[in-house]
């Protein structure tokens, strides 16, 4: 765990936690399914909504406005930003629900296990279960956000370069966030 220099200090050395880096294929990988979020919506009673295309939809009437103020460049490295942005929280959502899951389980075991369901047992399953489902709405929602943008951002670049689908030279990245969605 710990070391020592050569001037006799002790050094410590903490565990780090590795971390996906935010990219479409991470964020993917981790997120909640489709199926799994809109049964939890519909047992819940919720409404349903589509958040990849009600982003790829705002953020193409955002990249529109940006270009009319400041040029079709700026837009398009602004959108990327506001994209990166919506990416990581979106990664961040995803490793709670992650996180979530893991703790439901342990729960899930932990009761199955014991004899009796105490009054605590009882009191956490329901609290894990909503947790589990609040975060696995939050993560796909957020996740959608993120691929919508992503869809926004390749199809201004598309449009902008004179493309109507993807090109053997466009850039490895760009269809990225294409396939994305």
Do not use: W
């Amino acid at each position: 765990m710990g070391g020592t220099e050569d001037s006799g200090a002790t050094i410590l050395h903490f565990p780090v936690v590795r971390r996906e880096p935010p990219t479409i294929e991470a964020m993917t990988a981790l997120a909640p399914p489709r199926s799994l979020v809109a049964s939890l919506v519909a047992d819940a009673g919720f409404e349903a909504r589509d958040a990849l295309r009600g982003f790829d939809r705002e953020f193409d009437y955002l990249v529109r406005a940006i270009e009319m103020g400041s040029g079709p460049d700026d837009a398009i490295i602004r959108l990327r930003h506001l994209m990166d942005t919506h990416l990581v929280h979106a990664m961040e959502l995803c490793q709670a629900f992650q996180a979530a899951g893991d703790r439901l389980v342990n729960i899930e075991v932990q009761v199955a296990q014991s004899e009796k369901l105490g009054g605590s047992g009882q009191m956490m399953l329901p609290r894990a279960r909503r947790e589990f489902r609040d975060r696995a709405i939050a993560a796909r929602v957020a996740a959608d956000a993120a691929l919508g943008a992503a869809q926004a951002l390749a199809g201004h670049v598309r449009r902008a370069a004179g493309l109507a689908v993807a090109a053997a030279e466009e850039p490895q990245q760009l269809q990225l966030f294409a396939a994305a969605g």
